[in-house]
């Protein structure tokens, strides 16, 4: 079956240290988002991409960077890890091309800046 | 720039009783998503709302779409325990289908 896995799942580490999160799918689907998710916040746009060698910022994108060198892969990377990084994110994919929009979602990755 | 608003963000209700969590998103969109939350997973989506009137229902839940309203309901029917769960609403841009923006989420809990 396809599947969008996160990795790592948790992961602890200190403020300035970069930090890389994978996210990896087997739809081929052309969309891959991240989110992080905060309470009260719900689930905000961090970085999107619509296919290969393309990315978007989204509302909070300060701070972290993507690339997108093929159809399965969007690693997000915290340049120098920020104590107000501690979330979980969520990788997302869906089709593009016209279709409905609709996101398939990874488990998440929660991440402490200490 | 798009904004989804939930309401009521947090909702206790009793097993059997009937709610609306509604959904009020900012500009001219009409794509509406419905996904559910379970505490400490994942999100799995739920209903996806493509035109206006649009009306989805599975089980106890039924989601609704009024573009002009700019407004989406999700009806929760005799309500159970299995309900419990966080529920978001997202809508996309009309302009970039693509990109969904989220609501901040309704935490429901159903008691008995």
């Known amino acids: 079956d396809a599947e969008i896995t996160q990795s790592p799942r948790h992961k602890i580490t200190e403020t300035g240290r970069q930090v890389t999160l994978a996210c990896h799918q087997t739809?081929?689907?052309?969309?891959m988002f991240w989110y992080r998710q905060d309470l009260g916040h719900g689930l905000r746009l961090i970085h999107y991409s619509y296919g290969v060698q393309d990315t978007n910022k989204g509302e909070v994108s300060d701070g972290y960077s993507v690339s997108r060198s093929n159809t399965e892969d969007l690693p997000l990377t915290l340049e120098s890890a920020a104590s107000s990084q501690t979330s979980v994110y969520f990788c997302?994919?869906?089709?593009?091309?016209?279709?409905?929009?609709?996101?398939?979602f990874g488990e998440g990755s929660r991440l402490t800046v200490l | 720039e798009l904004k989804v608003e939930q309401n009521p963000l947090f909702l206790s209700m009793q097993e059997g009783k009937n709610y609306t969590i509604y959904c009020n998103y900012s500009?001219?969109?009409?794509?509406l998503y419905w996904y559910r939350q379970d505490p400490g997973k994942s999100l799995e989506s739920l209903f996806v709302l493509l035109s206006n009137g649009a009306v989805k229902q599975e089980g106890r839940l039924m989601a609704s779409l009024d573009t002009k309203a700019r407004l989406s309901t999700l009806h929760i029917t005799a309500a159970v325990h299995d309900l419990s769960a966080t529920y978001f609403c997202a809508a996309s841009f009309q302009t970039s289908y693509d990109k969904v923006i989220f609501g901040p989420g309704t935490s429901l809990s159903v008691i008995p």
């Open positions: 500009t001219t969109s009409d794509r």
């Open positions: 739809w081929n689907h052309n969309n």
């Open positions: 997302a994919s869906s089709e593009g091309g016209g279709s409905t929009g609709e996101l398939f």
